[in-house]
T-cell receptor, first 113, second 113 residues
């Protein structure tokens, strides 16, 4: 069985501060890992992915994520948060043998001025 | 515009109605998906089509009936729905390469009255 855990329902950050949105996974083998963002009444937008190689992955809008195999984590980070980053963030895992993405329950990020 | 178009954007239907949701992509992707997004619940994978063939049906009630006439179009036929089926229905497409991310449409907001 495979699962993705996002332990925080909501993360609150002041504008300009660094942010972290947490994700851990439980998948056999070496999965592909993704982050998506969803703005209100919109579909999910791709942010970044980890396939192989460097554990620090850079993505859209200044976001990056760090893959940690020993901790089975893939936390999303940004050095300086913007109010416009406020949205719902989803971590997802895709096994190497399949193509169905399994999503975490999402973390609501609120960046205050 | 992501390249995946869903229509209609909003739909209100009675429990005895029959309606269809449409999804269209011209990204050259070979796999298409239906997800259900309900408030405070994780994204639920409903159906997966790979090269027009249904490869997954995650125990979805028969009142939801998918159709994939070709690799560019995906439908979700709805009949005799229940109020708890009210949700945002998201369509996505991807290459079959597991390292590929999904491209999502903006979704159809369905309300069953």
């Amino acid at each position: 069985a495979q699962s993705v855990a996002q332990p925080e329902d909501q993360v609150n950050v002041a504008e300009g501060n660094p942010l972290t949105v947490k994700c851990t996974y439980s998948v056999s083998g070496n999965p592909y890992l993704f982050w998506y963002v969803q703005y209100p009444n919109r579909g999910l937008q791709f942010l970044l992915k980890y396939i192989t190689g460097d554990n620090l992955v850079k993505g859209s809008y200044g976001f990056e994520a760090e893959f940690n195999k020993s901790q089975t984590s893939f936390h999303l980070k940004k050095p300086s948060a913007l109010v416009s980053d406020s949205a719902l963030y989803f971590c997802a895992v895709r096994p190497r043998s399949g193509y169905a993405l399994n999503f975490g329950k999402g973390t609501s990020l609120l960046v205050t001025p | 515009e992501t390249g995946v178009t869903q229509t209609p954007r909003h739909l209100v239907m009675g429990m005895t109605n029959k309606k269809s949701l449409k999804c269209e992509q011209h990204l050259g992707h070979n796999a298409m998906y239906w997800y259900k997004q309900s408030a405070k619940k994780p994204l639920e994978l409903m159906f997966v089509y790979n090269f027009k063939e249904q490869t997954e049906n995650n125990s979805v009630p028969s009142r939801f009936s998918p159709e994939c006439p070709n690799s560019s179009h995906l439908f979700l036929h709805l009949h005799t729905l229940q109020p708890e089926d009210s949700a945002l229905y998201l369509c996505a497409s991807s290459h079959t390469d597991p390292g590929s991310g999904y491209t999502f449409g903006s979704g159809t907001r369905l309300t069953v009255v």
